[in-house]
């Protein structure tokens, strides 16, 4: 068995089973991005243009706490993987309910329809994200040399789908170029191509899984007895239960609302990082050297949430000023708010070789808290550089040059360079030996908690606030980063001889 995973090279050098685990996660996050590209605009569009004519902070509230809510539900996904299904099942059910998830946005349901399609996708996503991530690990044996590459190509198909999408997904909702639907948009024929590509993404994952992925994949790791149930029954049941006393309490007070529902998960996503830690900390299973490495963790997770705090802003406040504050051609050649959402993931793919030299060349690099620190000042001058059209035109009416979207998107994805990929690996590898797949789940935390934050602070962003909401958010990033500079050595330290 083992010999055959080292022989298996038939997929650019890689094992053949990369490639399907390659176009499963291509077209899940194709639709997971060009839902996103329009969902915003679905929201708080007026009805006769097609939107569902929401308030425009509520509309942008919702897309944060999605966007942490889907990464927040990665630790049951993680979960049932390990002790239940096997991550292959696991995998295929999640892909089965995000299309569902779609499907239901492709349909004239309005509201409801879009409730049940944010449920089917956040539980999805959980189920899929990190267990496919997981199976590309598995594809190796230990110490082959391949891993750091085959996880290089696997980040480039994630962002080649998600790169792809904001150009497909806007065209489709304005009428394939045809101006199908008049002047309106029709949203839902966009959300029926993000439905579209997680079908073909399950049908490539059905056919090849079966031939290319290992049987080791069909079960569970570790998985659970009736005794090991018992105590997750008892706590899923004290859970539901406190959740239900808390709504209800809520709906008796008259105060079952969409805001409150987003603050109560704000708390959750906030707290069940904090929750973790101190359980690691305290924990018998984990040694000395493995305890002061979960506390060199903790500054690096802040630095994480804060990043993707920005980062993730990209398809909100950015989306925004897209839509609002851009001139939206170049020329003769016209595009839609939600293509900006391709440069992300395209600057990723242009800058990703770089990086990837530089790290191999630059023999006295910074250790990943230095990387961290840099990346979070970057990421805070990417939002303040957005700030300078509004103070060098005097005003934040009317439209400004897409050049300064542009800019703020290859600024940002320079951070991202400095934490995302360090970030992953360093996970791992600070990872207590008993917590060794949660700590990957930790790591979908620190996006799932800056989000949570965001869900709560881009209800005051708009054109007329935009200066101080840039410079404001851009300077904490900067002064968090700064902080850090002066830690590097300790975070370091405390590491027990990790870089
Ligand atoms: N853009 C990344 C993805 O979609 C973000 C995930 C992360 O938090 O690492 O895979
Ligand atoms: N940067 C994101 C991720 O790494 C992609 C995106 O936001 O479009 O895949």
Redesign the pocket.
């Known amino acids: 068995m083992e010999k055959q995973k080292s022989m298996d090279a038939s997929f650019f050098g890689q094992p053949r089973g990369l490639s399907t685990l390659f176009f499963t996660e291509m077209w899940e996050?194709f639709s997971?991005?060009g839902m996103r590209a329009i969902l915003l605009f679905y929201m708080y569009y007026a009805v006769s243009q097609g939107g569902l004519g929401m308030n425009q902070a509520t509309a942008a509230s919702i897309m944060s706490i999605y966007g942490s809510l889907v990464?927040l539900s990665g630790v049951v996904g993680g979960w049932l993987s390990d002790r239940v299904w096997g991550a292959r099942k696991t995998v295929f059910i999640g892909g089965v309910l995000i299309m569902f998830g779609h499907i239901a946005l492709s349909l004239p349901f309005g509201l409801p329809a879009l409730y049940a399609s944010i449920v089917l996708i956040v539980a999805g996503t959980g189920l899929l994200?990190p267990n496919v991530s997981d199976m590309v690990g598995s594809l190796y044996d230990e110490g082959d040399k391949r891993r750091d590459a085959g996880f290089s190509m696997f980040?480039f198909g994630?962002n080649l789908g998600?790169a792809v999408a904001p150009w497909a997904v806007p065209w489709a909702a304005n009428g394939f170029g045809f101006h199908l639907f008049g002047s309106t948009m029709n949203f839902h024929a966009g959300f029926s191509l993000a439905a579209i590509g997680m079908f073909f993404g399950l049908i490539q994952y059905w056919l090849d899984g079966k031939k290319y992925l290992s049987k080791d994949s069909l079960y569970p790791n570790d998985p659970i007895d009736r005794e090991g149930l018992k105590p997750i029954i008892t706590w899923t049941v004290v859970g539901v239960i406190v959740l239900a006393v808390v709504l209800g309490l809520f709906g008796a007070m008259g105060q079952l609302n969409i805001t409150n529902v987003i603050n109560i998960i704000t708390i959750i996503a906030i707290a069940l990082p904090i929750i973790y830690f101190i359980m690691m900390l305290n924990s018998k299973k984990v040694t000395k050297v493995e305890r002061s490495r979960v506390i060199a963790y903790i500054p690096l997770f802040i630095a994480a949430a804060i990043f993707?705090g920005i980062e993730e802003s990209g398809s909100v406040v950015l989306a925004l000023f897209a839509e609002q504050r851009t001139i939206l051609h170049i020329g003769g050649w016209h595009f839609a708010a939600g293509n900006f959402q391709t440069l992300n993931p395209l600057f990723i793919m242009i800058l990703t070789p770089f990086f990837v030299w530089l790290w191999s060349k630059w023999k006295r690099q910074p250790s990943a808290p230095g990387k961290f620190a840099a990346g979070m000042v970057i990421a805070g001058l990417s939002y303040m550089w957005m700030a300078l059209p509004g103070i060098i035109h005097g005003t934040t009416a009317g439209r400004v040059s897409p050049l300064w979207l542009v800019g703020s998107w290859f600024i940002v994805e320079i951070a991202e360079m400095l934490i995302?990929p360090i970030?992953?690996s360093v996970t791992t590898k600070l990872a207590p030996k008993a917590f060794q797949s949660q700590m990957m789940s930790m790591?979908?935390l620190?996006?799932s908690a800056g989000q949570a934050v965001n869900a709560q602070i881009v209800k005051y962003y708009s054109s007329a606030t935009e200066i101080p909401y840039f410079l404001i958010v851009g300077t904490v990033s900067v002064i968090f980063g700064a902080i850090m500079f002066f830690m590097v050595k300790k975070i370091h330290n405390l590491m027990g001889g990790i870089d």
Do not use: M, Q
Request: charged content about 20%.
């Open positions: 996050r997971y991005y990464y994200k980040v994630i998600a993707w995302s970030g992953l790591w979908f620190a996006d």
